[in-house]
């Protein structure tokens, strides 16, 4: 099946540094999600992405599919911006989403 | 719009006893998915059914779960007979009527504890 594969798989940030994020993938997707778990597990939706750019706020996040890989772009973090970073992708027989390790990412103050 | 619910958000259950999970898709969503996440890893997919429907079950354990999701209420995930490596956080997923890569939208988890 599909592998996906992310790093750093840590990243410690003072607040207001920039940070990218990047997850690997062996085969064609036809949907690449990425997500925050917060410190208190929730899963948010960041972005919707199987190709091409998006940016939302401090957020933006670049897929370029034939080379199979996807990149979140965090700036000026800040505190709020810690926990686990996942990126999660389907491919074109099936409709399951398969997830990558994440990445845990710490902003200090 | 609500966005995917599930209930309870906690459940503590003693080895051996049944645990059941319920989820309920956004407005307009049939197809749903549920997840698992063990402690300090990440989520793995268990199973994906549309109404009346299981599509994919290849993520489900052999013995002890089950999933159906209804044609009316919502999609119900089972556990018999639970034991202490059942502990995790079960997340389920619903996107659109119809095939083909659409995002998946997730519930808040339910956290299963076995004492």
């Known amino acids: 099946g599909i592998q996906v594969e992310q790093s750093p798989p840590d990243l410690i940030l003072q607040e207001g540094a920039n940070s990218t994020l990047r997850c690997n993938f062996s085969?064609?997707?036809?949907?690449l999600q990425w997500f925050h778990q917060n410190p208190w597990g929730q899963l948010i939706n960041l972005f919707y992405?199987?190709?091409g750019t998006k940016q939302n706020g401090r957020l933006s996040a670049t897929t370029v599919a034939t080379e199979r890989y996807s990149l979140l772009y965090i700036s000026s973090s800040q505190t709020t911006d810690s926990g686990v970073y996942f990126c999660?992708?389907?491919?074109?027989?099936?409709?399951?989403?398969?997830f990558g390790t994440g990445t845990r990412l710490q902003v200090f103050p | 719009n609500a966005g995917v619910m599930q209930n309870p958000r906690h459940l503590v259950r003693r080895r051996g006893q049944e645990a059941r999970l319920r989820c309920s898709p956004m407005?307009?969503?049939?197809?749903v998915y549920w997840y698992r996440q063990l402690p300090e890893e990440g989520l793995k997919f268990m199973v994906y059914?549309?109404?009346?429907?299981?599509?994919?079950e290849s993520g489900m354990p052999k013995e002890r779960f089950s999933a159906e999701f209804p044609k009316e209420g919502p999609s119900i995930l089972r556990i018999q007979q639970v034991v202490r490596g059942d502990s995790a956080a079960y997340f389920c997923?619903?996107?659109?009527?119809?095939?083909?890569?659409?995002?998946?939208?997730f519930g808040p988890g339910t956290r299963l504890t076995v004492t």
């Open positions: 997923a619903s996107s659109p009527p119809w095939q083909g890569g659409y995002e998946q939208y």
């Open positions: 085969d064609s997707v036809n949907n």
């Open positions: 992405i199987p190709s």
């Open positions: 999660a992708v389907g491919s074109y027989n099936t409709d399951k989403l398969i």
């Open positions: 407005k307009g969503h049939s197809h």
């Open positions: 059914l549309q109404k009346e429907n299981i599509i994919d």
